[in-house]
């Protein structure tokens, strides 16, 4: 089953990084938050990748057609200009990369790449999400339901603290940045191939308006709940949350 993972948007709220890269590119502990992504779904042996590219795709692609140079030890004989990788971690993934438009949104995105979709059901996420869902329970229960699209929730904690009090103003409660009883998208999604025909290839098209909408209008939309880890790097004060996690060892996304 393969995996698209959009990563062509301009990343303008952490513009600091986002002026010279893709933000799937911005880096958690020296390494792009794209390979975290990755190496979660690699984990759970979904190896096959699609990248939708856009703004700045040509870096992503850099990347990958340089990967064990830059990934590994090397030995360069300046006199006849001879490179030897001397050790490398062999990874067996695949990567499509497709260029679709800057300004596609990511419903056209997907529709885009849609002829690279070989098998009954295929998965999405943001590149710019790192998580540690079970992405192999969440498959599970998307084939167990049976209906065309399956999103992963998780619960947000609020950006304030809250206040219980009575009609005379006693505070009966006081709660620091409480979990939030309602879910959020977090991105991990399974569908199955026919919700390739929600969707258009016009560069109008989101992924999150008419088509989920109408998807969940029709009953064909199920939810599976995440207690554990999840978070987005949207902005840069978010990348250094992410760093500081990593340089603690406290990296969810990364243990099994």
Not at 46 to 63: A, R, V
Not at 66 to 73: A, G, L, V, W
Not at 116 to 129: K, P, Q
Request: aromatic share 12%.
């Amino acid at each position: 089953m393969k995996t698209i993972i959009l990563c062509g948007g301009k990343g303008t709220r952490m513009s600091e990084l986002t002026s010279s890269i893709p933000k799937p590119m911005a880096e958690i502990g020296g390494q792009p938050v794209l390979v975290h992504i990755m190496q979660r779904y690699a984990h759970y042996g979904f190896k096959e990748f699609i990248l939708p590219l856009g703004y700045k795709g040509n870096i992503i692609k850099d990347y990958f057609c340089n990967f064990y140079r830059r990934n590994s030890s090397i030995k360069v004989d300046l006199g006849t200009g001879e490179t030897n990788i001397l050790s490398n971690k062999s990874v067996d993934w695949k990567v499509w990369m497709v260029d679709v438009g800057v300004e596609t949104l990511k419903g056209a995105r997907i529709k885009r790449v849609g002829d690279l979709i070989d098998s009954e059901n295929f998965m999405v996420t943001y590149g710019d999400g790192v998580a540690d869902v079970d992405i192999r329970k969440l498959v599970d229960f998307h084939c167990s339901h049976g209906k065309i699209a399956t999103f992963t929730g998780v619960r947000m904690p609020s950006r304030f603290g809250t206040v219980r009090t009575d009609m005379d103003g006693n505070v009966s409660s006081w709660e620091e940045k409480p979990i939030l009883d309602s879910y959020i998208n977090s991105g991990f999604f399974v569908f199955k191939k026919d919700f390739l025909d929600f969707l258009s290839s016009d560069e109008n098209c989101d992924l999150e308006q008419e088509p989920l909408k109408q998807l969940a209008a029709m009953g064909e939309l199920m939810m599976y709940k995440h207690e554990g880890f999840w978070k987005c790097m949207d902005t840069l004060r978010d990348n250094q949350e992410l760093n500081k996690l990593y340089a603690e060892n406290k990296t969810p996304w990364l243990k099994y």
